[in-house]
């Protein structure tokens, strides 16, 4: 089981108290018992921020492996009553949005200096959705044609090809993507791995690896592992498919790896399918997130590969 049931968790659970720690500083800044003011105020009562509950993430994709993350949540904002006994004079509950800076290189930090903080009304918040939480990009299908035509001309312009062959070798290079068959389980057609791992290996698919089968070697992150028997959409596709297919994984889901990552401790890649899974609407924030992830490495691979 995952250590945490989502990424929302992992916030709550690694920063819930430096959430806690800016709402109670934006309060003693702006909040004078009643409300809040855009100039520094003071009340006259000590206040406290409890209960603090995370309701959605908005991650924003930034350069590098930086994201910018609104943290949208509730807290209840406690007036202690004046005199010598402590008291709760009144309680409110407030929602709030903070906006953090990521860093997801190795692990997760935060950039303090850029954190800030507002008030927003009961139900004022965006409506997110699993691309949102999970850092994978919005692709729509009318898109799809020119996204493949950009990956191409960016990385295939100033190859030699082999025929009308996709060159995935060329391509494997300039993402430093290092590819081998393997025997993967069955319906396993590739993994892109995400994390340092052991992995029984074969061929390489780049001239420039070594060539002999090896059992229980390291494989670093960016390794991609292609079944020896199971190809995309089944036996309908080809071992090019399949590794076009996670070339896309590591082009554009290298962040959403990162968060699933940070959700489980057990987690070292991301396993593909030969038949991709159904969209349910009961499926959870994270299934969904790893649905259209799947779906945009089939719709992409296919296309950079023709």
Avoid at 170 to 182: G, M
Avoid at 233 to 260: C, D, P, R, Y
Avoid at 278 to 285: C, F, W
């Amino acid at each position: 089981m995952p250590k945490y049931a989502d990424f929302k968790g992992y916030i709550k659970a690694n920063y819930g108290d430096y959430l806690r720690e800016e709402i109670h500083k934006f309060v003693m800044e702006k909040h004078d018992g009643q409300g809040f003011h855009s100039i520094n105020v003071l009340s006259v009562c000590k206040q406290e921020v409890e209960n603090l509950d995370i309701k959605s993430l908005k991650c924003n994709d930034m350069p590098g492996m930086f994201a910018k993350i609104d943290v949208n949540l509730t807290a209840d904002i406690v007036m202690l009553g004046l005199g010598t006994q402590k008291y709760e004079a009144d309680r409110k509950t407030r929602w709030f949005t903070i906006h953090l800076v990521a860093n997801l290189r190795d692990g997760m930090s935060i950039d303090q200096k850029q954190t800030t903080i507002e008030e927003y009304a009961p139900g004022g918040f965006d409506k997110t959705t699993a691309l949102d939480e999970y850092l994978v990009p919005y692709i729509y299908a009318n898109d799809l044609e020119n996204i493949a035509d950009d990956f191409f001309s960016f990385y295939c312009s100033d190859t030699v090809y082999s025929g009308y062959l996709f060159p995935y070798n060329h391509v494997l290079d300039e993402l430093e993507i290092e590819a081998y068959e393997a025997e993967l389980p069955e319906q396993t057609m590739g993994r892109m791995y995400f994390r340092e791992d052991k992995a029984t290996i074969y061929k390489a698919f780049s001239p420039c690896l070594p060539e002999d089968k090896k059992v229980g070697t390291t494989v670093r992150p960016g390794t991609m592992l292609i079944s020896r028997d199971n190809f995309f959409m089944n036996k309908a596709g080809s071992v090019i498919l399949t590794i076009a297919h996670e070339i896309i994984h590591w082009e554009l889901h290298q962040k959403f790896f990162k968060v699933l990552a940070l959700i489980d401790d057990n987690l070292n890649m991301m396993s593909c399918d030969v038949e991709p899974e159904k969209y349910d609407e009961n499926l959870t924030g994270l299934q969904k997130a790893r649905w259209f992830a799947e779906w945009q490495a089939n719709a992409l691979g296919m296309r950079i590969a023709m």
